[in-house]
């Protein structure tokens, strides 16, 4: 079906010659062309909202950097706005939410959560247009934040080095919050379906704030609706990613999901052991790209001896926009050279 399709052999944890590789946050300001077209609009969302420069932008790097995979370009707050909770990327700053949620009435002012996808029609096109471009290159990863991320997100308004507000609404009032995960779980599932029946061919759940929970909140507020979500999806390969959460990756190793993402701080042989019979994905530290490139092609072959078979290659965590793209293709191109041993 697809002309290199090592990515998903992969991720069903079929055995393969080399491991496939892709970059989060690959579309993006780390390209030149991303950069061009970027300045030519009036922000992020512009793009995000235009399928066909979508599209494009998705494509860039498999053209540019011969990754295995696409991931297409959107972000996790689509979901947020489509329940009726506008944001503004702000430059240099990040999401800014005007509006957020600090009551049982808030939660009920949202739209129900089974009208989340007809609010997002615009990514849906833009699966196709990338579907149509990509013309059976390489499979297309479609994702979403995992509900506790979102909900950091929408309690409290932005990003935070602590997410107090957001833990705070945990203690404070439990089912209030379950009410609001819920809701979010029914909007993503709803939207997570829609993008595999337009071409996603895995998805990927981002829990970019799982660390900030403990253990047994992450247990009562995260898992059981990333498991949720995973069983809903069923038939799909999903890829769980809860970014440092050391804590978590027995509970993530128990889940109905393929692949599981380690951030660059994870011990891989630790992983190894705590997450049985599933594909892992990861984990070189971003900023190992600034190195000379001959010396990122060395840590790159060392961490692919690490991790041995049933590894998709990737950093630990989105790439960072101001790397160099010569340190990004040592990356890459130090993986496609990689052969597995035996
Ligand atoms: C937490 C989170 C967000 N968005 C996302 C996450 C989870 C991953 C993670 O932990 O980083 C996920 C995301 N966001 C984006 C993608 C596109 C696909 C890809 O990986 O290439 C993906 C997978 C585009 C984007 N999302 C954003 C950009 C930069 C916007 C720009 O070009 O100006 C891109 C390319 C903006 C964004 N979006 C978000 C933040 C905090 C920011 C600001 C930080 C920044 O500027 O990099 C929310």
Redesign the pocket.
């Known amino acids: 079906m697809y002309q290199n399709d090592l990515f998903l052999r992969a991720a069903r944890g079929e055995s393969v010659e080399r491991p496939p590789v892709w ?7 780390i390209l030149p062309q ?1 950069r061009a077209l ?1 300045a030519s609009l009036s ?2 969302k512009e ?2 909202s235009s399928p066909d420069l979508a599209a494009e ?2 494509i860039q ?1 498999v053209d540019e950097l011969g990754v295995d995979a696409a ?7 689509v979901i947020p706005e489509a329940l009726g909770l506008d944001y503004t ?1 702000v ?5 800014r939410f005007p509006r957020t949620i600090r009551s049982q009435a808030d939660v009920d002012a949202l739209r129900p959560a089974e009208e989340a996808p007809a609010h997002l029609g615009y990514v849906f096109d833009a699966l196709d247009a990338t579907k149509r471009r990509l013309d059976n290159r390489v499979p297309l ?1 479609g ?1 979403a ?1 995992a509900p506790w ?1 979102i909900f950091a ?1 929408m309690v409290e308004g ?2 935070s080095k602590t997410f107090s507000k957001a833990r705070r609404m945990l203690y404070q009032d439990p089912q209030m919050s379950h009410r609001l995960l819920e809701k979010i779980t029914t909007a993503t599932a709803a939207y997570l379906k829609k993008k595999v029946r337009h071409g996603a061919d895995l998805i ?1 759940l ?1 829990d ?2 799982a660390g900030v929970l403990p253990p047994n909140h992450y247990q009562e507020f995260s898992l059981r609706y990333i498991e949720q979500l995973c069983r809903e999806l069923e038939g799909t390969p999903v890829t769980v ?1 809860a ?1 440092d959460a050391r804590h978590a990756i027995s509970g993530i190793g128990k889940l109905p999901c393929q692949v599981v993402q380690l951030d660059w701080i994870a011990d891989v042989e630790r992983a190894r052991t705590l997450v049985p019979g599933k594909v892992l994905q990861g984990n070189m530290d971003p900023a190992q790209l600034y190195a000379p490139t001959d010396q990122v092609a060395e840590a790159t072959r060392a961490m692919l001896d690490r991790f041995g078979r049933h590894h998709i290659a990737n950093l630990g ?3 960072y ?1 101001d790397t160099p793209l010569e340190g990004v293709k040592a990356f890459v191109n130090a993986v496609k050279d990689y052969r597995y041993a035996d």
């Open positions: 970059l989060m946050r690959q579309a993006g300001r991303y970027r922000g992020f793009l995000v932008v998705t790097p991931i297409i370009f959107s972000d996790i707050l990327m430059e240099k700053v990040g999401p990863i994702f934040g991320t997100y932005g990003g990927q981002f970019s704030w990613f970014k965590h989105g790439v926009p």
